[in-house]
């Protein structure tokens, strides 16, 4: 798609107005091109660390439209491929995930060890290839792969820029999850897999939009609170005791970190009552006041542009989406945890979890509704703008005195979370990828 053809569908004036043309969420040719130019040119989160412990474990996905696999070799090195075997295409792991020393292609039998290299042609002896052919050519496809604080990323573009520098200002917020244990974080078991009508972007937007939350989350603190009241009536205890971090209207407020990538926050005042906050002194004990803070008592939600969210809020959740179509996003959610916890930190955690951010919990088919409508909502074009203006006047340029304490690395902060200025930095990002001039996708013959 021309870069022409994207541009006029943001109109950024800073100081002035900020608007979005509803068509990127709806327009065909839009969702071709975010196909390439982001979900192919960019690092895409694949899975956690823990998820691919030991030597000969691989995890296959899908990185925009292309079959990845992800191994393990036996040194502990992270290698990434195409899964389509190098003779005729045919995916070479067929599993989610699995555990082998060789991989054996299952059409015409050649057969890969981890690190992609070719080991075997079924009957090479009798084959009358040409003198040209040679076996060593036929390794597997690579491509980029890496990671950061237990985050494995992938990439298909071999010119990507390094993993480190894509996360920019994201990587010490990453560092606030990944170091709630001495020894790292660990997916839960249980991974809940659903599909929504609605945009990918919507999945970004709103996983750092404090606007929404007090009207669409309305019925949980109603309920969160009413579960409350009786306990203490009935003198029984209550086993979830929510999270609230909207009573007493804490400190709060959003900050762009590069790339795409945000961060919205809020102080918890009863912040002792989650899973971490359960362990607050022994936490300030080894991380310091200052990191114990951010960890245990600042509810964050971090976006890592362009596909997953780091929530450490109401519980601990990674959500990470595939775009299926412009109308429809596939997205895999896990419960995430530091290693080792306490078993009552933990049994909180779940329970935090259970009842806000879990497939069936209290939030998620709240905010899928809003995601619903907005995508039916965007089809009447006639109303074609959409509005990013709040707190416009409000935005300061680098961090503001609460993120000073832990980073410099922060393009811009805004004082309320319900300010729309972070849309600016996504949408600013979204389209220096969508109009960037790619390497050709054609691969080498
Ligand atoms: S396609 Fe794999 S061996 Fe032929
Ligand atoms: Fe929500």
Redesign the pocket.
């Known amino acids: 798609m021309k870069p022409e053809n994207i541009k006029w569908r943001v109109v950024d004036k800073p100081g002035e107005t900020f608007k979005v043309h509803r068509s990127i969420y709806t327009d065909p040719d839009i969702y071709q091109t975010e196909l390439e130019q982001i979900f192919e040119g960019n690092w895409i989160y694949i899975a956690h660390d823990s998820q691919l412990p030991n030597a000969n474990d691989y995890f296959t996905t899908l990185v925009g439209r292309q079959p990845v696999v992800i191994s393990r070799d036996d040194e502990g090195k992270l290698h990434g491929f195409i899964n389509a ?1 190098t ?4 995916k070479i792991c067929r599993k989610k995930k699995g555990n082998t020393k060789n991989w054996s ?1 299952p ?4 057969v890969f060890n981890p690190q992609g290299e070719i080991l075997d042609i079924k009957s090479l002896d009798t084959a009358n290839y040409p003198d040209s052919f040679q076996k060593s050519d036929y390794d597997l496809t690579r491509i980029k792969v890496d990671s950061y604080a237990g985050f494995i990323f992938a990439s298909v573009n071999t010119e990507v820029q390094e993993l480190k520098d894509h996360l920019a200002g994201a990587k010490v917020f990453m560092d606030l999850f990944n170091e709630q244990s001495a020894e790292g974080l660990e997916i839960l078991p249980g991974t809940s897999v659903y599909t929504h009508h609605g945009n990918w972007k919507m999945q970004a937007e709103n996983g750092v939009d404090g606007y929404h939350v007090d009207t669409v989350h309305a019925s949980y603190f109603r309920i969160a609170a009413n579960r409350n009241e009786r306990a203490a009536k009935e003198g029984a205890e209550d086993k979830v005791k929510a999270i609230d971090p909207l009573t007493e209207q804490p400190r709060n407020g959003t900050y762009t970190l590069g790339n795409g990538h945000q961060l919205f926050w809020i102080d918890v005042p009863n912040f002792r009552d989650r899973g971490l906050g359960m362990e607050y002194d022994a936490l300030v004990e080894r991380v310091g006041e200052v990191k114990a803070k951010w960890m245990a008592a600042r509810l964050r939600q971090l976006v890592i542009y362009p596909n997953v969210i780091l929530f450490d809020g109401i519980s601990t959740q990674m959500r990470h989406w595939r775009p299926l179509s412009q109308d429809e996003t596939e997205v895999t959610v896990n419960c995430i945890a530091p290693v080792g916890e306490p078993a009552e930190s933990r049994t909180r955690r779940l329970r935090q979890y259970e009842d806000f951010y879990g497939a069936s919990g209290l939030a998620t088919p709240d905010d899928l509704t809003e995601f619903d409508a907005c995508q039916d909502g965007y089809y009447g074009i006639k109303s074609a703008w959409h509005d990013f203006n709040r707190g416009m006047t409000q935005i300061i340029d680098g961090p503001d005195d609460v993120v000073a304490e832990i980073t410099t690395e922060v393009l811009n902060s805004a004082p309320h979370m319900a300010d729309e200025g972070l849309y600016h930095h996504n949408y600013r990002n979204w389209l220096k990828l969508m109009t960037r001039k790619m390497p050709t996708q054609q691969g080498a013959v």
């Not at 059409?107 to 050649?110: F, K, R, T």
């Open positions: 075997c003779h005729r295409g045919a292609c059409y015409h039998g050649w």
